[in-house]
C-alpha cells in the first residue's frame, strides 16, 4: 500500500489547520487591526450619506458585531465562496476574482512550465557539459546561471525585455498583440526568476547523485554517461526537484503581481496591487486566502506524491508500524531543505533526523 | 599459471594534480593471479584505494596516471579510451564497494541493480535477466531470490547488501573482482560470511580478486600475496604467510604488532581486584529500556546485570543494535532507565536522568558527572570546533569548581602531559588536530575531572590501528596510574580481549553471555559468542606454530 | 543562493574543476566586496560621488543620453540619473538592514527556544513558522504594508516579517543539531548546567551560519524592498529609492531607455554581490 489512510488524515488535518490559521492570521490583520474601515470611508461627508443609511450600511455589512461573530461570519463566508464586497467598488469579491483569475491562471501555467524547461535544459548542460577542453567555461558560467537569474528583479526583468523585443527588434506588438503574442514576454518574466531556485536544486542534486558510492558501481559495469544520466541520475534528483516545485509557489504569485502589472495584464496580480494602493482590504484577504490556499494544496500535493516515487518512504512507514507520524515528517522536511536550499541554507536535516532519533535513546539532561 | 598472471601492474604512479606533496601512489608493482587473491593492507591515506581505482579507470578527475602499466591479460588498462573502459568494466572486471548502504540505487529494486550490468552490455533480454538475476542472488547466499530481486535496498540490512553487490559484480563472470574494502562497513559475523562468499567464488569460477584492507588480520587469513601500502609506496610484498611469520620491514612489523586480533596473550590481570572480596563499584541490575521491539529484537535494553570491581576494565561488546550504547549511557547518567538499577559507588544513576531536581539534586548531580566520564566514538565531533584545547580541558574545572584560577593552568598542561600530548596543543582547536590526537584530548577531558569510571563507548572504532593500539596502552597505563575503572563498549572483540579483565556479551538488547575475558573466549557457552569468536580473523602464520614474540615486544614501541 | 554550496560539493569529487572555481569564487569575491564597499559609500556620504542634486534637477535638459557629464542620463525633470540611483542608496540599503534586523532577531529568537526547549514549546513555534510560511511572502508583505502604511520603513518591516520563516528554521536546526552533538553531551558530561552550554557551546557554534543568513538575505531584501517601491508602496516621491526611479523611468521605455535600464543593472550587481559574500561567509564559517 504505497499512502496508507492514516497518513493522508494526517497531512489533510495538517493542511486545514495550517489553512484556518492562515486566514485567522489574514483577518486579524486585514480586518480587525484596520478596525472600523466602513466608517471612516462612508462618513465621508462628501458622499453625503445620512446617517441611518451609515446604518443600514453598518448593518448589512455587520460591522458592530463583535470581533468574534465577525471572524465566524467573514470564516463561513470563505466557506461557501462568498468574499465580502470590495470597498472601493462594492462589486462582489468574488465576482472580481473570478474574472481576473483565468487569465493570471494562464500565465501562471506558462511560466511554470518554461521555467521547469529553462531548469532542466540549465542544470543538466552544468553538470554534464565539457568539463575539460575549450568549452569547460560554458559549463562554469552555466553553473552561476542560478545566482544571476536570481538576482534580477524582475519589474526590471519585464521592462528590459519590452525595450529589447518590442521597441528594439519589434518581435512582440506593444499596441495590440494576438492572445498568444501578449503571453510571450509576460511568461519569460516570470519564469527566469523562478527557474533559478529549481535550477540549482537541481544542479545540486545531480552532482549529489553524481558523486554517491551507486553511481561509481554502475559506472564500474560499465555504464555510459548517457545510460547513468536517463537511468540511474535522473530519478533520484528529481526527487528534490519535485519538492522545489511546491515551494516556488510564492515566487509565482510574487512574478504574478509584478509581471501583470509591468505588463497591464488585468489578472489577480494587478487586482492586488489596485486593492493594496486603494486599501481595498476584502480584496486583499481574498486574495491572500486563495493563495494560501493554492500553496497549501500544491505542498500537499507534492507531499502525497513523494511516497508514490521514493520508494524508501513508503515502506519505512509500513514496517515500523507505529512511527507513522514521525517518518510523515521526512518529506515536508526534505522539502524545507529545498526552500532552504533557495536561499543558500543548509539545513542539514540528515543530521537532524538522526539527532532527533539519538534524542529518543538519550533523555538529555540539565 | 605464473607465466601470465591475470593482472600485472608494474611500476604504477598516480600523481594527484596540485597536491604539492608526494604522489598518491609510486611506482608500485603487482599481481593477480587467476583464482587467487592479492591484499593490498594499508592505513587510511596510504594510496591503496587509489590503486583500485587506477585497475579499474575510476580515478577522479585530479588524479592521473603518470607512470607504470597496468595490464589485464593482453589488455593495456592505461591506454584505455572511455569506449574501451565501457567493454571492460562490469565484462572483465567487477567491483564491489566498501559502503553497502549508499553503492545500491535506493529507487530501484536490487533485481534491477543486479541485471544492469547484463542490461548495460545487452547480454540478454527482460526474460532471461530475470531468470539470471535470481539464479545470481542464490549463488550468492540469499535466502528467497525471486522476493528479494523485488525488494528495495533499503528493506536490506547491511550484510544483504553486500551480497546484492557482489552478485551485480560477478552477473558478467569477470575475470577479475575489485573488492574495495567490502567489509570494513559490517559486522564482524557478516563480514566472515562476506569473506566466505569470495573464497567460494573465486574457486568456483577462477576469477582474481584485488582485496583492498586496512585490516591486516583479513588480509592474512584470506590473501595469496600480500602487499603492505604506507603513504603511496609498498613497504612489504609477498606471499601472505611468510608476511606474517617473518615480517621483513619494521612497519609491518608493528602494523602486526598494533593489529588487536593478532593479540595472543590477554593482559595480566590485576591482582588485588581479586585479593579484596569488597562490594562490586559498579552494579547494574535488571536495567530495561525497550525503545520498540520486532519480534525477537529489542531495540534498546532488556533485563541487563553486571557488575564490576574498581580499577578493573569491562568490556561490553555485540553488533551493532545489540544495546551496548544504550548501556553505556545509563552508567554514564544520561538515561533513565525505564526500570532496573544502576549503581555506581554510592550513586543510582537512573536518578540523574529524570529531570525535576532541586539544588540538593544540581550539587549531587556534579558530583555524580565527576565520578563517572563518558568518552565517545568519534572524536571529530566530542570536541567543540570553537574551542581551543585549553578552554576545553578548562571547562570541567570551571564546571566542578577544581582548582583555583592560577592553579587551573598548570592542572591542564599536567593532563596533556598524561595523555602524552605537548604543551604548544593547548592553543590550537580541534581542527587541527588528527584523529589520535583529538580523541587523546577527549580522554584529557574526561580525566581531568577526575573521574574514578570512565565509560568508553567505541573509542578506539574510528581510528586506524597504529593508533587504536598506541590509545589502549595510554588507556593501559593510566588505569594502573590512577586506579582507574574502565568500561569499553566494543564491536571489536580482539579490542576487548586486548584490555578487559571481564567481559559481557549482548545481543539484540540482551545481555547473552558474561564472565572473565580468557574464560569466555576460552569457553564461549552461546552460539552468538562462538559466532563473534569465529568471525575473528584468523591470519595462517597464526593458525600454526609461529612466533608471536616479535610482534608483542614491539607493543610498548607502539606508544610514542 | 547556494551555488557556492553546489561548488564546495563537487571540489570532493571532481578536483581539477576545483581549484578553477575556487579561484574563480575568490576573484568573484574581491569584486563583489568592492562592489558593496561603493554601495555602502554611496549610502554614508553620497555626496562624494556626485555633484548634483538628487531631487532638483535645475535647467539641464529632460532626458539626456548618458554621457561624460550625466553617467546614466537624465530623467523626466533633468535630474540626473547617476546621482538619484547614488542618493537612493541610503534609502535601499537602510531599509534591507531594518528587514533583516527584524528576520534576524525575532527568527533566531524563535528558532533557538524551539530547537534548545523542544516538547509543545517548539511543536507550537514551529507550526506557526509554518502558517507564516505557507502565505506567499509578496502578499504578506502586502498585508502587513496595508496595515502599516506606505513608507521605507514600514516596507521594510514588511519584508522582514516575510523572512521570520527562514532564520527561525535555521537557527532552529541548528540548535537541534549541535544540541545533540557529542559535544555538547560531553559539556553536560563535565558538569555544565543548560545556561552554560546554551551560551558557550550551541550558541557560538549556531550563530555563525545564522549571520551568513542574514549577508545572503540583505539582496533578497534589496529586491523584494525595490519591487515594493516599484509598485508605490515605499519610499514617497521625490526621494529616490531604487525601485521607484525604474517606476519612473518606466514612461520612458520607449525614448529613454537608460532610465531603466542602468539602475536596473546597478540593483542587480549589488544583490548578487551580497549573495556572492553571503555564499564566502558561509563557506568560511561552516
Not at chain 1, 273 to 279: I, P, S
Amino acid at each position: 500500500m504505497i499512502l496508507d489512510t492514516r497518513y493522508l488524515l494526517l497531512r489533510l488535518g495538517q493542511a486545514v489547520l495550517v489553512l484556518l490559521l492562515a486566514f485567522t492570521a489574514a483577518f486579524v490583520l486585514l480586518s480587525l487591526i484596520p478596525g472600523d474601515g466602513l466608517t471612516a470611508r462612508f462618513a465621508d461627508p462628501a458622499l453625503g450619506l445620512s446617517s441611518e443609511q451609515i446604518t443600514q450600511i453598518r448593518e448589512a455589512t455587520g460591522a458592530d458585531e463583535s470581533w468574534f461573530s465577525r471572524y465566524l461570519l467573514s470564516l463561513t463566508g470563505f466557506l461557501t465562496g462568498d468574499f465580502g464586497y470590495s470597498v472601493q467598488t462594492g462589486a462582489a469579491v468574488s465576482t472580481i476574482i473570478a474574472a481576473a483569475l483565468p487569465s493570471t491562471a494562464v500565465l501562471a501555467v506558462s511560466g511554470f512550465l518554461t521555467a521547469l524547461v529553462l531548469a532542466v535544459a540549465i542544470a543538466v548542460a552544468a553538470t554534464y557539459g565539457p568539463a575539460t577542453g575549450p568549452f569547460a567555461w560554458v559549463r562554469r558560467a552555466l553553473d552561476s546561471v542560478p545566482s544571476l537569474f536570481i538576482s534580477v528583479p524582475v519589474f526590471w526583468l519585464g521592462i528590459l525585455l519590452i525595450q529589447v523585443f518590442s521597441f528594439q527588434f519589434g518581435f512582440v506588438s506593444v499596441v495590440s498583440p494576438g492572445p498568444a503574442e501578449a503571453l510571450v514576454l509576460p511568461t519569460l518574466t516570470v519564469a527566469v526568476p523562478l527557474s533559478a531556485p529549481i535550477t540549482q536544486v537541481l544542479i545540486r542534486s545531480i552532482t549529489e547523485v553524481q558523486a554517491s558510492g551507486f553511481v561509481k558501481v554502475t559506472t564500474a559495469k560499465g555504464a555510459s554517461e548517457m545510460w547513468m544520466l536517463v537511468h540511474t541520475v535522473a530519478r533520484n534528483a528529481v526527487l528534490p526537484g519535485l519538492t522545489i516545485i511546491g515551494l516556488v509557489f510564492g515566487e509565482l504569485v510574487a512574478g504574478a503581481v509584478v509581471t501583470e502589472t509591468v505588463f497591464g495584464r488585468n489578472g489577480i496580480g494587478l487586482i492586488t496591487a489596485q486593492a493594496v494602493t486603494h486599501r481595498d482590504n476584502p480584496i486583499l484577504l481574498a486574495v491572500v486566502v486563495i493563495a494560501t490556499f493554492g500553496y497549501v494544496i500544491i505542498n500537499l500535493a507534492v507531499d502525497l506524491l513523494y511516497p508514490v516515487i521514493d520508494v524508501r518512504l513508503r515502506t519505512q512507514r509500513t514496517t515500523a508500524s507505529g512511527k507513522g507520524l514521525k517518518n510523515s515528517d521526512a518529506s515536508t522536511r526534505s522539502a524545507l531543505t529545498a526552500t532552504a536550499a533557495s536561499v543558500g541554507v543548509d539545513l542539514d536535516w540528515t543530521d537532524d533526523t538522526a539527532a532527533e532519533t539519538s534524542t529518543e535513546t538519550k533523555a538529555t539532561n540539565p | 599459471m605464473t607465466a601470465s598472471p591475470l593482472l600485472h601492474i608494474d611500476g604504477l604512479t598516480v600523481d594527484y594534480a596540485r597536491r604539492g606533496g608526494s604522489p598518491a601512489v609510486r611506482g608500485l608493482d603487482l599481481t593477480v593471479d587467476s583464482g587467487a587473491m592479492t591484499a593490498v593492507v594499508g592505513e587510511s591515506g596510504s594510496g591503496k584505494s587509489t590503486t583500485a581505482n587506477a585497475v579499474i579507470g575510476l580515478l577522479p578527475s585530479s588524479a592521473r596516471i603518470t607512470a607504470g602499466q597496468i595490464r589485464l591479460g593482453d589488455l593495456d588498462l592505461t591506454r584505455m579510451g572511455p569506449v574501451g573502459w565501457r567493454g571492460v568494466r562490469g565484462a572483465q572486471i567487477g567491483y564491489v564497494p566498501q559502503d553497502p548502504g549508499s553503492s545500491l540505487n535506493p529507487l530501484q529494486t536490487t533485481g534491477k541493480s543486479v541485471a544492469e550490468a547484463l542490461r548495460i552490455h545487452r547480454r540478454t533480454n527482460r526474460a532471461e535477466a530475470r531468470d539470471r538475476v535470481i539464479e545470481l542472488l542464490g549463488r550468492v547466499g540469499i535466502d528467497r531470490p525471486e522476493k528479494r530481486a523485488d525488494q528495495f535496498p533499503h528493506e536490506l540490512s547491511g550484510g544483504m547488501r553486500q551480497r546484492v553487490l557482489i552478485a551485480a559484480a560477478i552477473a558478467l563472470r569477470p575475470r577479475l573482482l575489485i573488492a574495495d574494502e567490502p567489509t570494513s562497513a559490517l559486522d564482524v559475523t557478516v563480514q566472515k560470511q562476506v569473506l566466505d562468499l569470495l573464497d567460494e567464488l573465486r574457486a568456483e569460477t577462477g576469477m582474481g580478486i584485488l582485496f583492498i584492507t586496512h585490516d591486516l588480520a583479513v588480509a592474512g587469513e584470506r590473501a595469496d600475496d600480500v602487499l603492505v601500502m604506507q603513504a603511496g609506496t609498498v613497504v612489504e610484498s609477498g606471499e601472505a604467510g611468510r608476511i606474517f611469520s617473518r615480517p621483513e620491514t619494521e612497519y609491518t612489523s608493528r602494523l602486526l604488532a598494533d593489529a588487536p586480533a593478532l593479540q595472543t596473550k590477554a593482559r595480566p590481570s590485576l591482582p588485588e581486584a581479586a585479593a579484596f572480596p569488597m562490594r562490586p563499584f559498579v552494579s547494574v541490575d535488571s536495567l530495561t529500556q525497550v525503545f520498540d521491539r520486532s519480534g525477537d529484537q529489542v531495540i534498546g535494553v532488556e533485563d541487563v546485570s553486571f557488575t564490576l570491581d574498581r580499577g578493573t576494565t569491562h568490556g561490553i561488546v555485540g553488533e551493532s543494535g545489540s544495546g551496548k550504547t544504550t548501556t553505556g549511557k545509563a552508567l554514564a547518567g544520561f538515561l533513565a532507565p525505564q526500570s532496573g538499577r544502576v549503581r555506581i559507588g554510592d550513586f543510582d544513576a537512573a536518578e540523574f536522568g529524570r529531570s525535576g531536581r532541586g539544588v540538593r539534586g544540581r550539587a549531587r548531580i556534579r558530583e555524580f558527572r565527576r565520578t563517572v566520564q563518558l568518552v565517545h566514538q568519534n572524536p571529530y565531533s566530542a570536541l567543540d570546533p570553537k574551542h581551543s584545547i585549553r578552554a576545553t580541558l578548562t571547562e570541567p574545572l570551571r564546571n566542578f569548581g577544581i582548582g583555583t584560577r592560577a592553579t587551573r593552568d598548570s592542572l591542564v598542561t599536567e593532563t596533556l602531559e598524561r595523555v602524552a600530548l605537548p604543551a604548544e596543543f593547548l592553543d590550537r582547536r580541534p581542527a587541527e588536530l588528527s584523529g589520535g590526537q583529538l580523541q587523546r584530548v577527549a580522554i584529557a577531558r574526561a580525566l581531568i575531572a577526575e573521574p574514578e569510571l570512565v565509560v568508553f563507548d567505541e573509542a578506539v572504532s574510528a581510528l586506524d590501528v597504529t593508533v587504536q593500539a598506541q590509545i589502549l596502552t595510554l588507556l593501559d597505563r593510566l588505569q594502573r596510574e590512577l586506579g582507574l575503572t574502565y568500561v569499553f563498549i566494543t564491536h571489536d572483540l580482539a579490542v576487548v580481549r586486548q584490555i578487559a579483565d571481564t567481559v559481557s556479551v549482548m545481543s539484540r538488547g540482551r545481555l547473552v553471555e558474561s564472565g572473565a575475558t580468557e574464560e569466555v573466549f576460552a569457553h564461549p557457552s552461546t552460539d552468538v559468542t562462538r559466532a563473534l569468536l569465529d568471525a575473528i580473523p584468523n591470519p595462517v602464520a597464526f593458525s600454526g606454530h609461529a612466533d608471536p614474540h616479535p610482534a608483542l615486544a614491539l607493543t610498548a614501541a607502539a606508544e610514542s | 543562493m547556494s551555488l557556492t554550496d553546489v561548488f564546495t560539493r563537487a571540489e570532493d569529487t571532481a578536483g581539477a574543476r576545483t581549484r578553477a572555481a575556487r579561484s574563480a569564487v575568490t576573484s568573484a569575491t574581491a569584486v563583489s566586496a568592492l562592489v558593496l564597499l561603493i554601495a555602502i559609500a554611496w549610502a554614508l556620504f553620497p555626496g562624494l560621488f556626485t555633484h548634483f542634486d538628487p531631487n532638483d534637477g535645475g535647467d539641464t535638459p529632460a532626458l539626456l543620453a548618458p554621457s561624460l557629464e550625466h553617467w546614466f542620463g537624465t530623467d523626466q525633470t533633468g535630474r540626473d540619473a547617476f546621482t538619484r540611483v547614488v542618493y537612493g542608496a541610503s534609502q535601499s540599503l537602510l531599509a534591507a538592514l531594518v528587514a533583516v534586523g527584524v528576520g534576524l532577531l525575532i527568527g533566531t529568537a524563535i528558532g533557538l527556544i524551539a530547537g534548545t526547549r523542544r516538547g509543545l514549546v517548539d511543536d507550537v513555534l514551529m507550526r506557526s513558522i509554518d502558517v507564516l510560511l505557507s502565505i506567499p511572502a509578496i502578499l504578506l508583505s502586502l498585508s502587513i504594508v496595508v496595515v502599516l502604511g506606505f513608507g521605507t520603513i514600514n516596507a521594510a518591516i514588511a519584508v522582514g516579517v516575510t523572512a521570520i520563516a527562514q532564520f527561525a528554521r535555521l537557527a532552529r536546526s541548528q540548535a537541534v543539531q549541535i544540541g545533540t552533538s557529542d559535544y555538547v553531551a560531553a559539556a553536560y558530561g563535565s558538569g555544565g548546567t543548560f545556561f552554560s552550554v546554551l551560551v558557550r557551546h550551541i550558541l557560538p557554534n549556531s550563530i555563525s551560519p545564522v549571520l551568513s543568513l542574514a549577508v545572503l538575505q540583505i539582496g533578497s531584501a534589496i529586491l523584494q524592498i525595490s519591487t515594493l517601491g516599484f509598485l508605490g508602496y515605499g519610499t514617497p516621491p521625490p526621494t529616490p529609492e531604487w525601485g521607484l526611479i525604474i517606476a519612473e523611468g518606466r514612461n520612458f521605455v520607449a525614448t529613454a531607455w537608460w532610465l531603466t535600464v542602468l539602475p536596473g543593472l546597478v540593483v542587480m550587481a549589488i544583490v548578487l554581490a551580497t549573495h556572492q559574500i553571503g555564499n564566502t561567509l558561509r563557506k568560511v564559517t561552516s
